[in-house]
C-alpha cells in the first residue's frame, strides 16, 4: 500500500520539479531572445516578429509553471510583519487560514481555467500573431499551475510547518 503513494508521491514531485526546470529555461531564454532581439535592432535589422511573441509565451509559461514550486519553497510574497507579533499557537491558526483561503482561490482559478480550456478546444480558437498556436496549449497553463499551486497551499494548511514563519524581514 505504501509504495504506490510513494511512487505517486514522487511522480507529483517530478512534475512540480519539472515545472520549475521548464520556467528556468524559459528565463533563459528570454535572456537570449531580448540580447538577440536588440543586437538586431542596433545592427539596423527589424528583429524576427516569432521572437517577440516567443518571448511574451516565455513570460507567461516562466510564471505559471515557476509558481508551484515557488508556493512549496515558500518563495512567493508575503509580509511576515503582523504573524511576526503574534504568539505562535496564534500565527499557526492565522497562517493555516490564510492558505487555506490560497487553497480555495487556487481551486477556484484551476476550475476556471479548466473550463477556458474546454471552451479553447471546442472553439479551435488559436492565437494568431507571428504564427498560428492553439490557444488551448497557452491556456492550459492556468489548471495546470493553479491547481498545483491549490495542492502546495494545502500542505501548509494540513503539514506540520505552517506557511508563515513569524520571522519579520528577509531570511536567506
Do not use: K
Not at 38 to 48: A, K, T
Not at 53 to 79: C, D, N, Q
Not at 87 to 113: F, I, K
Request: hydrophobic fraction near 55%.
Amino acid at each position: 500500500m505504501r509504495a504506490p503513494v510513494a511512487v505517486l508521491i514522487r511522480g507529483y514531485d517530478l512534475i512540480v520539479t519539472g515545472m520549475a526546470v521548464i520556467a528556468g529555461a524559459a528565463l533563459v531564454w528570454l535572456m537570449v531572445a531580448i540580447v538577440w532581439s536588440v543586437s538586431m535592432r542596433n545592427l539596423g535589422l527589424q528583429p524576427h516578429a516569432w521572437l517577440f511573441t516567443s518571448t511574451e509565451y516565455g513570460v507567461f509559461y516562466m510564471t505559471m509553471l515557476g509558481a508551484p514550486w515557488l508556493v512549496r519553497r515558500r518563495g512567493h510574497v508575503h509580509i511576515e510583519l503582523l504573524t511576526a507579533a503574534l504568539p505562535r499557537a496564534l500565527r499557526q491558526v492565522l497562517s493555516r487560514l490564510v492558505a487555506l483561503g490560497c487553497v480555495l482561490v487556487c481551486a477556484y482559478l484551476a476550475w476556471r481555467g479548466f473550463l477556458l480550456v474546454q471552451t479553447n478546444i471546442a472553439r479551435m480558437d488559436f492565437d494568431v500573431r507571428a504564427y498560428f498556436y492553439p490557444r488551448w496549449l497557452l491556456t492550459i497553463a492556468f489548471p495546470l499551475s493553479f491547481g498545483l499551486m491549490a495542492v502546495e497551499f494545502s500542505r501548509f494548511v494540513f503539514g506540520r510547518q505552517p506557511m508563515h514563519s513569524g520571522e519579520a524581514g528577509i531570511h536567506e
